[in-house]
């Protein structure tokens, strides 16, 4: 499985936009970008996916670069709910699962 | 919604005691995993299971093993706890092959 490397810790005022960046250099072509994310106390909630198109759901945003070597989350209007830690994972689609998380990064929402 | 439970939140054992930690999911989901958690190391894999009574190694799987008798259940046993066991042990299931991965709320052990 490709590594990924996030910045250890971030900041971002409430009401902004909280553009968390992963780097993943080795991904190969057939892997996919997942975040997912785990507020203090609670099990790890996953986010999105994506494969090399841009894309949206109800939480976030996913840009993947045209050379798919890293990609940035971006939380359109963070509340302080979002303080979390966040993970980058790249991995095959159909590994059945099996999911590595790195250390992620720590992002603190401020009022 | 996927909801998984875990059957405690918070569990104190003595070394040496046999544990049980069990995990209910109620999609139907197929797949099913548990993780431990621990400061600095961040989550890992012990085992998971495709299946009903079927098993996998995961990363970390010495000193535990599991049961999946229903789809719906999958437990993990601690045979002799020791304290190198104490953690965060998160369970969590998956009914598509694109790792979307429902996690329980987590069960704190510590073992004395």
């Known amino acids: 499985d490709a590594k990924t490397t996030q910045p250890t810790s971030m900041d971002c005022a409430e009401g902004r936009a909280a553009n968390l960046p992963c780097n993943h250099s080795t991904i190969s072509g057939n892997e996919y970008v997942y975040w997912y994310r785990q507020i203090h106390s609670q099990g790890p909630q996953y986010i999105i996916h994506?494969?090399?198109n841009n894309e949206t759901n109800e939480m976030a945003s996913l840009i993947i670069t045209e050379d798919r070597k890293s990609s940035t989350l971006i939380l359109p209007h963070a509340t302080l709910r979002d303080t979390a830690v966040y993970y980058c994972i790249v991995n095959l689609y159909n590994q059945g699962g099996k999911l590595i998380f790195g250390q992620g990064t720590e992002l603190s929402v401020k009022p | 919604d996927v909801k998984v439970t875990q059957s405690s939140r918070y569990l104190v054992k003595r070394t040496g005691e046999k544990v049980f930690l069990e995990c209910v999911q109620d999609m139907d989901h197929e797949n099913m995993f548990w993780y431990r958690q621990d400061p600095g190391l961040g989550l890992r894999l012990i085992y998971f299971?495709?299946?009903?009574?079927?098993?996998e190694k995961g990363d970390i799987p010495e000193g535990y093993s599991v049961s999946r008798e229903k789809k719906e259940r999958f437990s993990l046993i601690l045979e002799s706890a020791s304290t190198n066991q104490t953690s965060m042990y998160l369970c969590?299931?998956?009914?598509?092959?694109?790792?979307?991965?429902?996690f329980g709320p987590g069960t704190r052990l510590t073992v004395l």
């Open positions: 299971s495709y299946d009903v009574k079927m098993k």
């Open positions: 994506g494969l090399k």
């Open positions: 969590a299931s998956s009914g598509s092959l694109h790792n979307e991965q429902f």
